[in-house]
């Protein structure tokens, strides 16, 4: 350690104004049908009450005995998720940002987890792995994105694409490979500073829908009705879905707490330039508004990070429900193989992560303390070291200037080097 001183066929008709902007497609409500909470959301907030429990048990499984008091509103960190970075080149020299934009999307991931009360933070693997194709600058297709995964890949990890494109319209995309089940975020290099894409993407990796989820369908036993306390009273679905009666629970993104959503991606759907749904005349297969709901329901949700909103700053929050499945997916789910890796206790960066380059230096203001530990990365059964950590500070005068470097006690001193990067006349 080292111590120094972010229905209407009106609508259906005018997909010419959609902006598609994530390329996840939809769940299919036969695979959405098998999820433990389908028709039954309170074994959602059931599981996120468990979150004390769970962190216990995995303390003790790395030999660990807790030494705080678990606060919903100041969580411990569970998981410490490893992310590689691939950024996609057509000539060596391109791409000087790439190292920043990675930063930027940690920067988001951990903020917006944080916000949300989640027990996970995400940091970055090594260093951004710079690759020269000129097939992958901009994966179009399925073809290549399965490609793309099958040549560029580390287990045990998130891994997100970095492209220059991936379509008309397309910003991101979590995509997994139907062979091997390996799958990847790709984000275009223009959305990694927006604040939300990232989130929104990396909430599939944790098996999160699109809010707006079976809305295209437009099928009775699929779309989403406004009321959330409206119950199945159409046989053929009824005869479907037994294990539930709400529809609200059992349609959709099957979430009670995710508004019905006609998808946000709409520019009739919004109010340009403000964070707010617009759209008075559109209503549901049951004849409720979206914009006047009934009863107990609310307006289509432009905050929730799952929506497809046409405006991405809008986007800051997932929902409870949302929470209990990104838990439910270290617990049950995709990531249940590496949720005793992830939980590690080697595995504790610090906030200033990832610097590991001079572009992403993080700076420090003269007379400031900043605690920096090394860390190790971990790939499943595998740990490596390899974190190297780069601050700054500007000289505001002509003058000594003196910096202090220490060891917290019993651990080892790190190797300083301190360079003058460049000298300012004015």
């Known amino acids: 350690m080292l111590a120094l001183t972010l229905f209407s066929t009106k609508i259906l008709a005018q997909d010419s104004l959609k902006v598609k902007q994530c390329g996840t497609p939809d769940v299919p409500m036969a695979e959405l049908q098998k999820e433990f ?37 100041d969580p411990s960190i569970i998981w410490s998720v490893p992310v590689t970075f691939w950024a996609y080149i057509a000539s060596t020299g391109e791409y000087p940002a790439a190292h920043r934009n990675a930063q930027s999307v940690i920067d988001e991931l951990n903020r917006n987890f944080t916000k949300s009360r989640l027990p996970i933070r995400f940091y970055q693997v090594c ?62 290099r223009a959305v990694t500073t927006d604040g939300s894409t990232s989130t929104h993407e990396v909430g599939h990796f944790f098996e999160l829908k699109h809010t707006d989820n079976g809305y295209a369908q437009r099928d009775e036993c699929i779309t989403e009705p406004v009321s959330r306390t409206r119950t199945w009273n159409i046989l053929p679905c009824f005869s479907k879905w037994l294990n539930s009666n709400l529809m609200c629970n059992s349609t959709g993104d099957a979430l009670c707490d995710t508004p019905a959503d006609p998808c946000l991606g709409f520019f009739d759907m919004i109010l340009l330039n403000e964070c707010g749904f617009g759209n008075k005349k559109i209503r ?143």
């Not at 000129?134 to 073809?143: C, K």
């Not at 399965?146 to 397309?170: F, K, P, Q």
Request: overall charge neutral; charged content about 20%; glycine content about 6%.
């Open 37 to 73: 909470y389908f028709g039954n959301n309170d074994s959602l907030y059931r599981l996120l009450a468990r979150l004390p429990q769970i962190h216990q048990t995995l303390l003790q499984q790395h030999g660990i005995i807790a030494d705080r008091v678990w606060r919903d509103d």
């Open 127 to 188: 260093d951004v792995n710079m690759v020269v194709n000129t097939s992958f600058v901009s994966p179009t297709t399925e073809s290549l994105w399965d490609a793309v995964i099958n040549s560029h890949h580390r287990e045990a990890t998130l891994n997100i694409h970095l492209v220059n494109s991936l379509g008309i319209g397309l910003n991101g995309i979590w995509h997994m490979r139907q062979d091997n089940r390996k799958n990847a975020v790709f984000l275009t």
């Open 284 to 426: 549901d297969l049951y004849g409720d508004s979206y914009y006047y709901p009934p009863a107990g329901a609310s307006q289509p949700d432009v905050s929730n990070f799952m929506s497809n909103m046409l405006e991405r700053s809008c986007r800051n929050k997932f929902s409870d429900g949302q929470r209990g499945i990104i838990v439910s997916s270290f617990t049950s789910g995709r990531n249940v193989s590496n949720s005793a890796a992830w939980s590690s206790p080697v595995v504790r960066f610090d906030t200033y992560e990832p610097d590991h380059r001079p572009q992403t230096a993080r700076r420090i203001a003269i007379e400031e303390k900043q605690l920096h530990t090394f860390h190790k990365a971990s790939f499943g059964n595998f740990l490596t070291d390899c974190d190297v950590d780069y601050v700054y500070f500007d000289v505001p005068l002509w003058g000594r200037y003196t910096v202090f470097t220490s060891a917290e006690i019993g651990k080892t001193h790190a190797n300083t080097i301190i360079r003058l990067m460049a000298l300012r006349t004015a």
